[in-house]
């Protein structure tokens, strides 16, 4: 290595994407040359603070922290590898030291408050419209006031009011009151001459009293809690409306890209648990904040909160230990639905506020998958539907009216650009659609806010994989075509075909964007997971039932499933060859299930009612697994038969 | 007053003893020569720190903290006014100002840890038999464990072992489950190979979860929070024995003697609540240490207690503001029976442990006499009964199975040893029984422990009255008799007639020991209150149902109904003319209430039909009070003829 002319590729997460580093450059100006815009008031003098970067592997490559860090950071962040954008670079010393090691492996966390364009976080979904009767209710009365020939005491009074206001309330005896809310009554009765609101839940426990009459002020937010990104809906339990809607990443990505390294961190540090579950909470605090500062709330206004989130998020989330749902035979430690006191878990709503948390099914099929379930409604389906949510990880339900059978499948985080060269997140500048002419290779794309090419994302990596075997640049079996290896467009580097998508010239880092070899076979493994999963189930089904079942329809759920072509999703043969009318892209279902569930409380008993009803299939265990998942990997796949509408095929040659 | 000769009088608390300092004595001397036995290890050199007191009033008169002091105490100690007794004297340079000032007021708190011999509390009572069938339970089962044919959560897995283990559990999944307990449960199951123990509270709720078969260890623990003491009865709820009881002061008597001046301490300082509150909290706590290690048993192995107590000491215990039931029209903040968590009133017991609170009937009616009601069964009494339960206040019930009305009456408590000269609590050194004789009013009495006298009880306080009368040394109305002031045991101090019970030689700080007319008068209002409240609750009975009832049986409960001679209460007409064999001495009814309601759940269903049935009346607002109360206070009566039995009276003047 020349060291006068040195590049270190650094890996920055979560946007998923591969940098090259020269010698005179510090973080800043790599991150900005390279057309990522991040926060700093300064320009980079080190004075501002505030463009701090973690460094997650690779901290000793890196100079020292600078005078202005150690003003900047605190001594606790210091040893935590927070540094200053600004401030870091390769340290000189260490390159001597270079040409021995091994490829440098240098990765940074760039933190959500960094970055200055939001990530695409899917938000919206499909409302089959859900009728309204939450779980929290708020009723406002005028309290007798005691004397002497009927000394009736606070409490007792207002359940008086109560019952003689509405109709719900049978036997006020029986009515249970939160111990907090009876601390507080003396007080709050007499602010406001004895006129006050009162909290019902569950049309049988009174969780909080308000002065005066409050019952506008009644709010719930649902959460979904993604490995990678976080969202919460501010709905009006009043009106049913959705007031506001705020994202984030998860925070912990910090400590781990996926499930699985977030268990791992969680036993190797003796406070991980503790970390994970408070950084996923403060950052959820921050959602609160947001969205009720959107809809002119107040926090405490928030009588309720719902949640849907994997196995893992859901038990780091409330502190339960993740350990033996990453243990075999993968067990979570509960899956019933919970409802939980919001002070237990630090949720910064009402005082008296509830959590309700959405049921999980097995270790690796979480409450998300329970919220696709009850907001695409798949169980009332008549024709047997196959619904795929696409996110970290990837849940697959197979059901209608009659059935319905569920699984994870191991596809990797592919299709959220990791493991790809130049692949990113849903991010500014990420190419989200390509189209490839045939004729000359030639490539059209478009980018995510329409910024200059830095990476390409999930809908991205289809798009060209698909177009690459339109024009037979690739065979069946993924691998790069003889016929055209002499094309100006596919390069060889490091002995492994490279096709660019975008040229040099018009990247905003100057370098070729492109698909490589290892590239196509990451996404036929992410494929053929999928598509082999979904075919087990099947399988499984009709084994136990004695069917001959077919599916009929498919829900593309979550964020990828939103914005993919459906079309090359069914071209590379991740999905079944079904038309394309009845091929559904529901939005974020799962957030959406979290939200109905807000909405109306059926909803909750429905989704314990469904626990009975769904079946799990553990698919590594299946005993055709191998063999299904190898004939998967092929383009669309082994057997053509199986996709008889992709009439292209029969010009690309299998090998 | 002659600086060489003075004579300082203090007022030691909460034994209400009265001593006198001389120039030369600090007050641990001062105590230790009145015969009170106090701790310390060096023998008030000033080096231990064990004879801490707290100056209640008149700090200013005395010396500022000695070095000793600084070094011993905290700052906040100082502050709050806490001295080493051996450390402490009458200022000398304070002297001077005496003469000018009004009398001295000096009043010391001795805490309960100071004292050597423990204050009589009572804490037996009659036990009627109540059949076991407690609130908590623990069930030990061998739960299956997972495989992956069947991955079944940890807790799912949990709930099939209980439901195949008792009969109890009908559907699972409506069983609930504390939050905590799932928290703990991945660890837990796998401790001791998925042997666990449950612990199952209402037969609704899991509220523990431990390693290994615990189902031996299952106490509750039954409190009574008197107004000045405090029990703790620790019972074994697979057989329902009491395994130890311990016993304490309430602390809160340092803050002020009785509910009302600590009423006042809440809304005179800021924290006061929270000071009271956690004050009596650690007492509890203390006496959870004490009995469970008297029983070789774990804090952590009580799953659940139960607590009696008047309004004010519930409510402060809980941390709800008092204010409202010293205010007309004296209402608490709730009365019905309430279900809690140990933690959030900091409890510390098992971590998910319960507290039953049992039902307050109204501002100064609690839940002391809901448990004596409970205990004593007068609800099931064919015969009209009265029951009183004296304590530092005085509740009052008249009731059979028909008819159940309560009152609490202004007692005062000169029968606790309060106002009265030489009165003192039920503690070593007290007179507890008198008898003179009427031909030369020599005096023959005993003492708690057989310690020299240092003052007089309760107990003693009506013997010495009662003797009195029958010696004719006092008339029925109170006055001492003019044919007797020349003997020489009655003498003339300040005015004020005083009769010597024990002359100085005897007793143990060199004083006579003396009932005064004060003292008398004392007694006289105390009586008149019993006596008039159960008039006007038997008035109140008769004239709401047209019946002429009159009471047939009488409960005497608290400390001092066990203590009192029964026919030297009826004799000063503290309570009505019934036959001796009629008179029960119940002993402490209300912790007895509290007991039962651990030991059997189908008590508090009972407390809380109950609390429909009790009828409350406010004495002062009865039209007859003034003239009832008056004529009460005469010995016995003002009406001879409702003591029909007591013929001795034929023979004492009525001035």
């Given at each position: 290595m020349n060291n006068n002319n040195f590049k270190i590729t650094i890996d920055f997460e979560p946007i998923s994407r591969r940098l090259f580093c020269s010698r005179d450059e510090n973080l800043y100006q790599l991150l900005i040359n390279s057309g990522i815009r991040v926060r700093s008031l300064c320009g980079g003098l080190g004075t501002c603070g505030k463009c701090k970067i973690m460094v997650q592997k690779g901290n000793k490559y890196l100079n020292p922290p600078t005078d202005s860090e150690k003003a900047l950071l605190t001594q606790t962040e210091i040893n935590e590898s927070w540094r200053l954008a600004c401030q870091?670079?390769?340290?000189?010393?260490?390159i001597p030291l270079l040409e021995t090691l091994q490829p440098l492996q240098i990765r940074i966390f760039l933190p959500q408050e960094l970055l200055v364009e939001d990530f695409k976080i899917l938000t919206s979904g499909l409302n089959k419209g859900v009728s309204l009767n939450p779980n929290v209710k708020k009723f406002f009365v005028e309290v007798n006031k005691p004397n002497l020939d009927n000394p009736v005491p606070d409490l007792e009074r207002v359940l008086i009011s109560l019952s003689s206001k509405n109709g719900i309330i049978k036997d006020t005896n029986t009515l249970l009151v939160e111990f907090e809310a009876i601390k507080k009554l003396p007080k709050i009765l007499r602010e406001e001459n004895h006129r006050i609101t009162i909290t019902l839940y569950d049309d049988n426990k009174i969780i909080d009293f308000e002065a005066g009459n409050k019952v506008d002020r009644n709010y719930g937010i649902a959460f979904d809690i993604g490995t990678t990104t976080l969202v919460g809906y501010l709905i009006n339990l009043n009106d049913g409306k959705v007031y506001s809607v705020a994202s984030a990443l998860n925070p912990q990505t910090a400590y781990g890209e996926d499930v699985i390294t977030r268990i791992t961190y969680v036993n190797d540090n003796e406070d991980g648990l503790l970390k994970l579950s408070s950084t996923v909470v403060d950052a959820l605090n921050d959602i609160i904040k947001k969205t009720c500062a959107k809809a002119k709330i107040k926090p405490s206004d928030i009588c309720e909160a719902t949640v849907v989130g994997n196995s893992v998020m859901h038990h780091i989330f409330l502190n339960i230990d993740p350990t033996y749902i990453g243990l075999s035979p993968y067990v979570p430690a509960v899956k019933r639905g919970l409802n939980l006191n919001s002070k237990d878990i630090n949720l910064k709503i009402s005082r008296g506020g509830k959590v309700y948390m959405l049921p999980l099914i097995a270790g690796f099929v979480g409450a998300d998958t329970i919220g696709v379930i009850l907001s695409s409604e798949i169980d009332k389906e008549s024709e047997l539907t196959l619904a795929i949510d696409v996110g970290t990880n990837g849940e697959i339900i197979v059901g209608n009216r009659d059935v319905l059978t569920t699984a994870s499948c191991a596809a990797g985080s592919a299709l959220e650009g990791a493991h790809i060269k130049d692949g990113m997140r849903a991010a500014a500048g990420a190419i989200d659609a390509i189209k490839i002419n045939p004729d000359d290779l030639t490539v059209e794309y478009t980018t995510i806010n329409n910024k200059k090419p830095l990476g390409i994302c999930g809908s991205g990596i289809i798009d060209a994989v698909a177009e690459m075997l339109k024009a037979k640049i690739i065979t069946r079996s993924g691998g790069f075509n003889k016929q055209f290896i002499d094309h100006e467009r596919i390069v060889k580097n490091d002995k492994i075909f490279e096709f660019i998508i975008v040229k040099k010239d018009e990247t905003s880092n100057k370098r070729d964007i492109i698909i490589s070899q290892k590239d196509v076979r990451e996404l036929q493994m992410a494929k053929a997971a999928f598509f082999s999963g979904a075919q087990l189930i099947l399988n499984h089904i009709n084994q136990t039932r004695n069917t001959k079942l077919e599916i009929k329809q498919i829900f593309l759920a979550g964020a990828f499933g939103n914005y993919i072509n459906k079309n090359n999703a069914k071209f590379i043969g991740m999905i079944p060859d079904i038309s394309d009318e009845k091929i559904y892209q529901i939005g974020n279902a799962a957030g959406m299930g979290a939200q109905n569930c807000l909405l109306n409380i059926n909803l909750r008993k429905k989704a314990s009612k469904l626990l009975k009803k769904i079946d799990y299939v553990e698919i590594a265990i299946e005993k055709d697994f191998q063999i299904q998942y190898a004939e998967a990997m092929y383009f669309p796949h082994h057997n053509l038969e199986l996709f008889p509408n992709l009439k292209e095929y029969k010009n690309i040659p299998k090998r």
């Open positions: 870091s670079r390769i340290a000189e010393n260490q």
